[in-house]
């Protein structure tokens, strides 16, 4: 196939409400687009770097960068190209794996619309929906957190993720589960702010029955959350830690984690998030597909791959209302608590021209 050139897109997309982490809050998304140009067609892959290099090393300005500078140039070089020579070519840059994926995206889309398969196919999709469930940030107060769960489980959600950080982590939990019951799903997400040292606290959260605790310790900590684990009856999650099949490997050989988060942008691609499911199951270990506050062209993609057979927990894969107002491509929806898996070619849904347009804040053209 041959790539005519890349378009690089930013657009902000306001949140419907603020999104606070332990490492953060958002209130609008900066979002980098990338549309692979073809002769037969368009591809697009959207990058799920954030605006500031909190969650990871990677931030939308720099994926922009490195992808202009060094790993656009080598998918240029290479001539005709198909979407399993992506990696291998972008391999001698290090890291970078949310602009990489953000490539590879664009380019597999492109060869899939042309190839008239949709992305659900092609990763090997097992169901035409999967369960949704809902990443709850950090509130100013109990009361205000009992309410925001209980509007997503009017909507349907099936399984609640707290946010939780030092100081908002025991309390919320114990009042999430007294009000809504002992069958709620529930799950809760660290992104990274504990230590060894809180194991006692972290301990005190095995009361609640929760589903998995995710990333309690620092990215670079496989050894601790291996430690941890043996300290705790909750199943830990990987998320920051995993950026490959590698660390997926290493983990779970490890005992750092019985269950992987797996965000197809943290770990270089779909295909590469393909290989980590693989993996997991052949080890026996259950995965899940997160989330980075994607538009509805990442979610298109993502709930195709959390149609894989090894996906077994609900995922992050909220309708798009629970983000932003007006989404960029048709609004994915909750049904009976699922979202559905698009069948159309490539990623199943196209970016509504007018809205792009008017969320624009830059564009640039990469020519081959
Ligand atoms: O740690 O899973 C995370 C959002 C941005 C960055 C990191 C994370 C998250 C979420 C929300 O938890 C997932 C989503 O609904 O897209
Ligand atoms: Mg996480």
Redesign the pocket.
């Known amino acids: 196939m041959k790539i005519t050139g890349f378009e690089l897109r930013r657009i902000a997309m306001p949140l419907v409400a603020p999104f606070r982490?332990s490492f953060g809050v958002e209130t609008e998304r900066d979002v980098l687009l990338i549309r692979a140009a073809t002769p037969d067609g368009d591809g697009w892959g959207e990058c799920v770097a954030?605006s500031e290099p909190l969650?990871s090393p990677e931030f939308a300005d720099g994926a922009a960068q490195v992808i202009e500078r060094f790993l656009a140039p080598r998918l240029f070089a290479a001539g005709d190209l198909g979407p399993l020579d992506v990696a291998r070519l972008l391999e001698p840059v290090r890291g970078h794996r949310m602009a990489k994926a953000a490539l590879e995206t664009a380019v597999l889309d492109a060869w899939l619309r042309a190839r008239g398969e949709s992305f659900g196919s092609y990763l090997g999709a097992v169901r035409d929906r999967v369960p949704a469930g809902v990443?709850v940030g950090i509130m100013d107060s109990i009361p205000a957190l009992l309410d925001a769960v209980a509007g997503y489980l009017d909507q349907g959600y099936l399984r609640i993720?707290l946010?939780i950080e030092p100081g908002w982590d025991v309390a919320p939990v114990r009042a999430v589960r007294q009000r809504f019951g002992d069958d709620l799903l529930l799950q809760v997400?660290a992104?990274a702010a504990y230590t060894l040292a809180d194991a006692r606290t972290l301990a005190a959260l095995d009361a609640f029955g929760l589903l998995l605790i995710e990333q309690p310790l620092a990215e670079d900590d496989l050894r601790q959350h291996a430690v941890l684990a043996r300290l705790l009856s909750t199943p830990i999650c990987l998320?920051e830690s995993i950026e490959s099949a590698k660390d997926a490997a290493d983990a779970l050989l490890l005992g750092a984690c019985s269950i992987i988060?797996v965000k197809p942008g943290r770990v270089g691609g779909y295909l590469g998030a393909r290989r980590i499911h693989d993996l997991a199951v052949a080890h026996g270990a259950a995965v899940w597909c997160?989330?980075?506050?994607?538009t509805g062209l990442g979610r298109a993609a993502n709930i195709a791959l959390a149609a894989l057979p090894g996906f077994t927990l609900p995922g992050?894969t909220?309708a798009s209302d629970r983000y932003f107002a007006q989404d960029v491509t048709a609004p994915f929806v909750l049904d009976g608590g699922h979202v559905a898996v698009p069948s159309g070619p490539g990623l199943g849904v196209e970016p509504l021209p007018d809205v792009l347009a008017a969320l624009t804040t830059s564009t640039s053209w990469l020519p081959a």
Do not use: A, I, Q, V
């Open positions: 982490t954030m969650y990443s993720k946010k997400d992104n998320d988060n997160g989330g980075m506050l994607e992050d909220s």
